[in-house]
Every structure is written in structure tokens, then in C-alpha cells.
């Protein structure tokens, strides 16, 4: 018995890609890490134009981020275009709007203690900040800027249970 295609089936170069990457075996176990990481950042790329945007900081969370500099700051590796290609898709996804932007903006520098570019040796978070056009995109970055740095310290000002 043959399926319907749904008519919501997606189609394009990224899905093929998860197909084409799911169907694959793979014997050596670090290229199977390497293919479940960049099946992983597909299936990010896939689902972040439909989330909104206070979903942002779960989904860019430290592990994420981490994995993307870690991944970006070694460009001999077989994950650097993909981590590449991820950047740019998620800088166009947030373009146009100002609060996405500043989600993506401050995850990527909460997680890397503000090095983002540097580490990755982009200019991603230089790039967005940039492309803020209005004011209220500018004080929305900067109120959020101002919170993450008063609750960054607030938690150093707290005694450590260590004794």
C-alpha cells in the first residue's frame, strides 16, 4: 500500500539532507558523532522558524552554543561548514526581527562569556548588533544587556557553599 503524500510534507535541500544522513550507515563511531551533530543543527534549522522567539534562550543553550564554538574555533574539522552554514541561517532567520535578534545576541554571549566572535573568529554577533535599525530594537538590546549583567552580579556577589 503505497502513502499519500501529506500535504504539510516539507521538501527542499535540508530535508533531503536528513533523509539522505538518516538513511546512510556509518561504521566509524566519530563520524556517526560528527553525523548526529550536524543532523542535530537540520533539525534546529527546521524547527526554529516556527518557534517564537522567548524559546530562544532554551534552545541556544550553553551546550549548544558551546558545541558551535568548539566546533568553529577548529576549522580542519568536518563540522565547520556545517556549523557555518547553521550561523548564517540562524543571522537570517533573526534579520528582520529585533527580538529574535537580541535572543540570539545575548544566548550566544551569556554562553560565551561575551567571546562569541572571538573564539569562533566570526563576526556573527558584530554582524546582528549592526543591523539594529530602530530605537526600540536598541533599548530592547540594551535593557536585556543591563539584566544579564546585574543578575551575572548578583550571582557572584553570593557566598559559595563550599567549606
Not at 111 to 132: N, P, W, Y
Not at 137 to 160: R, T, W, Y
Request: aromatic share 8%; glycine share 2%; net charge neutral.
Amino acid at each position: 500500500m503505497c502513502q499519500k503524500e501529506s500535504p504539510h510534507a516539507y521538501s527542499g535541500p535540508l530535508v533531503q539532507r536528513l533523509r539522505d544522513s538518516s538513511a546512510s550507515s556509518v561504521s566509524d563511531s566519530r563520524s556517526a558523532y560528527h553525523d548526529c551533530k550536524h543532523l542535530a543543527s537540520d533539525v534546529l534549522l527546521l524547527l526554529l522558524s516556527r518557534l517564537p522567539a522567548s524559546f530562544i534562550p532554551m534552545v541556544l543553550s550553553y551546550k549548544l552554543v558551546q558545541c558551535l564554538t568548539d566546533i568553529l574555533s577548529t576549522k580542519d574539522i568536518w563540522l565547520h561548514k556545517a556549523a557555518q552554514y547553521f550561523l548564517k541561517e540562524l543571522s537570517d532567520w533573526v534579520r528582520y526581527d529585533d527580538v529574535r535578534k537580541v535572543y540570539v545576541i545575548m544566548a550566544l554571549q551569556k554562553h560565551s562569556s561575551g567571546r562569541f566572535d572571538c573564539i569562533t573568529q566570526t563576526k556573527t554577533v558584530k554582524d546582528l548588533m549592526a543591523e539594529f535599525k530602530t530605537e526600540s530594537g536598541c533599548m530592547l538590546f540594551i535593557q536585556n544587556l543591563i539584566s544579564m549583567l546585574v543578575d551575572e552580579g548578583h550571582a557572584s556577589e553570593k557566598p559559595s557553599d563550599q567549606s
